[in-house]
């Protein structure tokens, strides 16, 4: 969890002073915070500017933004209200993209580049001086990082990406104490167009990661565990419980066990739990039909670790993802909490701190805009949702 506000100005108590859960949402331009009973959105973000990324740490008490102008700048600002906090300006025409906040919201990461980029990571108090976690490439296109995660003690953040060889996904971490980086897989470890994906913390000094290796080549994406000063090896055990490729992943938030897609059985994907200490592996939810499919992006874990969502076309394999929610333990047969219908398209699963209620983005047609939806709770199949924010919603969050 989060160790509270941070110093220099910004944070405080949680949620920023402010009580109840509440809805982030960023409508192409403005960051907007709302609460689900259905109350008039706030806006976060700076009148006039427009926001392009943005974060909300994980107590809720802080927001990250992005803003979009030349140059464009990384500011910080109490989520329930208050002055605005510069922490970062680019270059000219330097792009900055994806920001996160550490657990004890003492940092702020996010990446920045031109050509190719690179993974920054500044403090929130002053003086704000920015650090490179990835080796500069200016001189080469095209690489930089996919995916970070900051450890849970906040002490180190791993990233991964085409971070030395284009088409090969390689896995470091940084040390925020040391500023030092480790490489736990190399790019001439990974198969060529592949690597490392998903990646996830159990614990401060242990990292989990989706790969294809080339000492695997047999199996196309594996389950690997890695000490965060090294070695990585393969999750001890039966992992892939037949499985020869697995395609998603997702670690609990209490690191006690994770979440995957895989095909046991020909032509069926399933979803499956194992320990992050390895064991054998439980197929927690059987695909009814063998054309149906789980979206791989869409697997989440609630802040409990005691539900998981994700959508499926289980009922309609030949059009529509529907979404689903089960407990975390599985469910021997699966009903969707909302269906989508004609042309709708859903993503962007985000449960609510108190894993009592669910919200998504939903496009009513083939085209045109999303808005932001959210559940009624978690029992009751077929619902419908509760619209949150009908402008065109291109992320959001949910935060106490």
């Not at 989060?2 to 002073?17: F, I, L």
């Not at 008039?40 to 994980?58: L, R, W």
């Not at 464009?72 to 209200?81: F, K, L, Q, Y």
Request: contains cysteine; glycine residues 12%.
């Amino acid at each position: 969890g989060a160790a509270g506000g941070a110093s220099g100005g910004v944070g405080g108590g949680a949620a920023g002073g402010s009580s109840g859960e509440s809805i982030w949402v960023r409508t192409g331009t403005q960051v907007l915070r709302q609460r689900p009973a259905g109350s008039q959105p706030i806006a976060v973000s700076a009148s006039g500017v427009p926001c392009k990324d943005f974060s909300v740490s994980h107590d809720g008490s802080l927001v990250v933004m992005i803003y979009d102008q030349q140059p464009e700048t990384v500011v910080v600002a109490p989520s329930g209200g208050g002055s605005e906090q510069l922490i970062y300006t680019a270059l000219l025409n330097e792009a900055l993209s994806a920001p996160i906040i550490s657990p004890d919201n003492q940092w702020v990461a996010f990446t920045k580049g031109s050509t190719g980029s690179d993974l920054m990571v500044v403090s929130v108090a002053p003086p704000h001086l920015p650090i490179r976690a990835t080796p500069g490439r200016q001189q080469v296109s095209g690489l930089g990082p996919s995916r970070y995660a900051f450890s849970p003690d906040s002490r180190s953040i791993a990233v991964t990406g085409d971070l030395a060889v284009s088409g090969r996904l390689d896995l470091r971490v940084f040390s925020l104490t040391t500023q030092l980086e480790t490489i736990l897989i190399s790019a001439s470890e990974v198969v060529a167009g592949g690597g490392v994906r998903e990646i996830g913390w159990s614990n401060p000094g242990t990292l989990l990661a989706r790969a294809s290796l080339l000492a695997t080549p047999s199996q196309t994406h594996q389950i690997v565990t890695c000490a965060v000063a090294g070695p990585c090896s393969l999750l001890p055990g039966d992992p892939g419980n037949g499985v020869t490729t697995v395609g998603a992943m997702a670690v609990a938030p209490d690191g006690a066990f994770l979440v995957y897609t895989g095909n046991q059985r020909t032509g069926f994907v399933d979803l499956y739990r194992i320990s992050t200490l390895g064991g054998l592996s439980t197929r927690i939810v059987q695909s009814p039909t063998q054309a149906g499919r789980i979206g791989n992006s869409s697997l989440v874990i609630s802040r409990d670790s005691q539900r998981v969502a994700f959508v499926a076309d289980f009922a309609n394999p030949m059009s529509f993802f529907d979404v689903y929610v089960i407990p975390a333990a599985g469910a021997t047969a699966v009903q969707p909490l909302v269906v989508a219908t004609a042309s709708q398209a859903i993503d962007t699963l985000e449960f609510s701190p108190t894993a009592t209620s669910l919200a998504f983005r939903l496009r009513m047609a083939a085209t045109g805009p999303y808005g932001a939806f959210r559940t009624v709770n978690l029992t009751t199949p077929g619902q419908s949702p509760v619209l949150l924010q009908a402008s065109p919603v291109v992320d959001l969050r949910w935060s106490p």
